[in-house]
């Protein structure tokens, strides 16, 4: 009987101790996540939203609206966790797990989204068509008109000067290409975006080991509490007996 108490001891101080490890493991992941990547990734996305902004209507630009709404999104699913962990809810844990890891699963399809180019054709025609300016096009991409300078002529406009490199007005410095055949190139490799869903994909790991420990620790000690009253009936029984 001592034996098997200093077992049960033994199995829940272990118990307790991997439910204490996983618990600083996840307080550390919460800390640098929160304080450091996610509010960078806000930043990043703000910035090169602000560079976008001149292009009306672009798929770029909203992907990055979804992508920063995310972003912000996470910042209140992070601060959920922690009284989730520390009260032990374990059918709370459950559903706040699940939910995290799609948020983080649609932040890296945003993620790796952004990173890739994309043909600028749909964008740059639906600006030609609503009679919208295409300099953010010309600008950055060193193009003029949708299929070339012909364009403005054809419809008796003037060239404007963000067709001509360094808004120089110079014949020889005027671009050819059209901007229907450019591609929109992200300016930089989301490295910061790439860790922050690691990060991420790590917290929810742990969490989700935390989870298993806490749910057989609450079983075990169900078991315990349904066993205990029967053993109490039979030695109570054993003793009217004798």
């Given at each position: 009987?001592?034996?098997?108490?200093?077992?049960?001891?033994?199995?829940?101080?272990?118990?307790?101790?991997?439910?204490k490890i996983c618990r600083y493991v996840i307080y550390l992941l919460w800390v640098?996540?929160?304080?450091?990547?996610?509010?960078v990734d806000i930043y990043?996305?703000?910035?090169?939203?602000?560079?976008?902004?001149?292009?009306w209507m672009c798929l770029f630009r909203t992907y990055m609206f979804i992508a920063m709404f995310l972003s912000i999104a996470i910042i209140p699913l992070l601060i959920v966790a922690l009284p989730l962990v520390v009260s032990e809810l374990s059918g709370g844990l459950r559903i706040y797990v699940t939910i995290f890891f799609?948020?983080?699963?649609?932040?890296?399809?945003?993620?790796?989204?952004?990173s890739q180019k994309y043909?600028?054709?749909?964008?740059?025609l639906r600006l030609w068509m609503n009679n919208k300016s295409l300099e953010f096009f010309e600008v950055h991409s060193k193009c003029c008109g949708l299929?070339?300078?012909?364009d403005y002529m054809l419809l008796e406009k003037m060239i404007p000067l963000s067709c001509y490199k360094d808004r120089?007005?110079?014949p020889e410095d005027l671009y050819k290409a059209g901007c229907s055949t450019r591609s929109v190139k992200p300016p930089i490799v989301p490295?910061?975006?790439v860790i922050s869903v690691l990060i991420q994909y790590g917290l929810v790991l742990v969490l989700v080991v935390y989870l298993v420990i806490l749910k057989r620790s609450q079983i075990r000690r169900r078991t315990l509490w349904s066993v205990r009253p029967t053993a109490v009936y039979s030695d109570e029984s054993d003793i009217s007996a004798d």
């Open positions: 009987m001592a034996d098997s108490r200093r077992s049960s001891m033994f199995r829940r101080q272990c118990r307790d101790f991997k439910l640098v996540n929160f304080q450091i990547f996610t509010i990043v996305y703000y910035i090169r939203l602000t560079e976008h902004m001149g292009c799609l948020a983080t699963w649609l932040q890296m399809m945003l993620t790796i989204l952004l043909q600028a054709i749909t964008d740059v299929i070339g300078p012909d120089s007005g110079s490295i910061i975006q």
